[in-house]
């Protein structure tokens, strides 16, 4: 079946540079993306979204790309700090509206001193 | 405020035991989720309630039920679980179509 995959399960960085979190999902249908962050024994914690209408969306210290050409999400952390360290997973909505969201497998980000 | 609630923390059950898992929001959200989430795992849909009522269920057995007794109170009844039930299980609200779901911070269960 259709599935939103990672293509690391870990990925090791210095603290202070710069992680780039990738994602594949294969439903061309999904037109609502987003990318959450759990730390051990927490709930998912909302870091920042996506509509299928737009290709690049930044916050605070993250942005997040879209290629719907390749099917590929990003989550880029700019200056990474201890507390990010966590899993993170990316997510679809499919349907778009109250549907359910389907996960990606995760990445567990370290970061070394 | 995003905040979504859930009760208790941990929970530790026979597989005779009857429990409950409460979660509360009060961001006027109308679509409410229960997700289940095994260790090293991503959240796994269980059911959907949309305005109170019941509308996805993925397949979930029936010793799992749901209930929804207004806009800002979800249950979760547990009856005769048995040991590979225990995970975290995760509740989450959304305010309408196409807007991020908030989880709270998981009800931890351990079924004995």
């Known amino acids: 079946g259709e599935s939103v995959g990672l293509h690391l399960p870990t990925l090791s960085v210095q603290e202070g540079d710069n992680s780039i979190i990738n994602c594949a999902y294969s439903?061309?249908?999904?037109?609502?993306f987003i990318w959450y962050k759990q730390e051990s024994g927490k709930g998912p914690q909302f870091i920042i979204d996506?509509?299928?209408?737009?290709d690049k969306r930044q916050g605070q210290r993250v942005t997040v790309l879209l290629n719907k050409t390749v099917k590929h999400l990003s989550l880029q952390i700019a200056a990474t700090q201890p507390g990010d360290s966590a899993v993170y997973f990316c997510?679809?909505?499919?349907?778009?509206?109250?549907?359910?969201?389907?996960f990606g497998k995760g990445t567990h980000l370290i970061i070394q001193p | 405020d995003t905040e979504v609630t859930q009760t208790p923390k941990h929970l530790v059950m026979g597989m005779t035991n009857k429990k409950s898992l409460k979660c509360e929001q009060h961001?006027?959200?109308?679509?409410m989720y229960w997700y289940k989430q095994k260790a090293k795992k991503p959240p796994e849909l269980m059911f959907v309630?949309?305005?109170?009522?019941?509308?996805i269920n993925e397949s979930v057995p029936s010793r799992f039920s749901p209930e929804c007794p207004n806009s800002s109170l979800l249950n979760l009844h547990l009856h005769a679980l048995q040991p590979e039930d225990s995970a975290l299980y995760l509740c989450?609200?959304?305010?309408?179509?196409?807007?991020?779901?908030?989880f709270g911070p998981g009800t931890r269960l351990t079924v004995l």
């Open positions: 989450a609200s959304q305010v309408s179509s196409a807007d991020t779901q908030y």
């Open positions: 961001m006027g959200h109308r679509a």
């Open positions: 439903n061309s249908a999904s037109d609502y």
């Open positions: 997510a679809e909505n499919e349907g778009g509206g109250a549907d359910g969201l389907t």
């Open positions: 309630y949309s305005y109170e009522k019941l509308s």
């Open positions: 996506i509509r299928s209408n737009m």
